[in-house]
């Protein structure tokens, strides 16, 4: 149970052109989750975290405008990287929390972005 | 804000020998810890977790850490090393960040676990 699908494992875009990266709690509901970025060989670095139905809390750092977050459904959050640059290539992955009665966080299988 | 080390971003052991994996936290309050798992370009799976109930945690795949307190210190061990143990492993601490309850997890830096034959 509490299981996190994340789409796509991977993908190689462009300059300038945006890329959407999905996270779908397949099992639960999920009222928060959150995007990590990870460097080679590096840890993850919290990027945001979403709540249903509100905005997106960033880290300080993180551009809001660059780092699209929409978290419209309990089962559906959405990264989307816009007017991607090679500098944002990276791996990114999405967690959630745990449904209640449980303490934890669950984490999708992550994207590898390449952009070119 | 709470924080964790990691001591020793590269680790081998012999396959058959015991793993250590070193963390230790910083916290004003008591913990909920973790320790992940991530093979190379997936996500992270969950080994263990304490959540302030037996100081012993016992995880997945043979997996076990031993919270302590007055060492502020979570380690992780396995008795024998598999080589399918090689991968990267994180400790990583729950914190509250809001009046609204509102949480994230903070990471070690990881500790690379390579298995020799």
């Known amino acids: 149970g509490a299981v996190v699908s994340q789409h796509p494992s991977w993908v190689i875009c462009k300059s300038g052109t945006s890329v959407k990266i999905e996270c779908r709690s397949l099992d639960f509901q999920a009222t928060t989750m959150f995007w990590y970025r990870q460097f080679p060989k590096q840890s993850l670095m919290l990027m945001a975290t979403?709540?249903?139905?509100?905005?997106?809390?960033?880290e300080q750092g993180v551009e809001k405008d660059k780092f699209l977050i929409n978290h419209a459904s309990l089962t559906l959050s959405t990264l989307t990287v816009t007017s991607a640059h090679p500098e944002d290539s990276s791996f990114y992955i999405c967690?959630?929390?745990?449904?209640?009665?449980?303490?934890?966080?669950?984490f999708g299988s992550g994207t590898r972005l390449t952009v070119v | 804000a709470q924080s964790v080390t990691q001591l020793g971003s590269h680790v081998s052991v012999s396959e058959g020998a015991l793993v250590l994996l070193r963390c230790n936290y910083s916290s004003s309050v008591p913990p909920y810890l973790f320790w992940y798992v991530q093979y190379p370009n997936q996500g992270l799976q969950l080994l263990l977790k304490y959540t302030s109930a037996a100081t012993l945690v016992k995880g997945i795949n043979g997996f076990e850490a031993e919270f302590k307190k007055s060492e502020t210190s979570f380690h992780l061990t396995k008795p024998s090393a598999h080589m399918s143990d090689a991968a990267e492993y994180f400790c990583?601490?729950?914190?509250?960040?809001?009046?609204?309850?509102?949480?994230?997890?903070?990471f070690g830096t990881g500790t690379r676990l390579t298995i020799i034959p």
């Open positions: 990583a601490v729950s914190e509250i960040i809001s009046n609204f309850g509102n949480e994230k997890l903070t």
């Open positions: 967690s959630a929390k745990y449904p209640r009665g449980l303490y934890g966080y669950t």
């Open positions: 979403s709540n249903e139905g509100s905005k997106a809390t960033y």
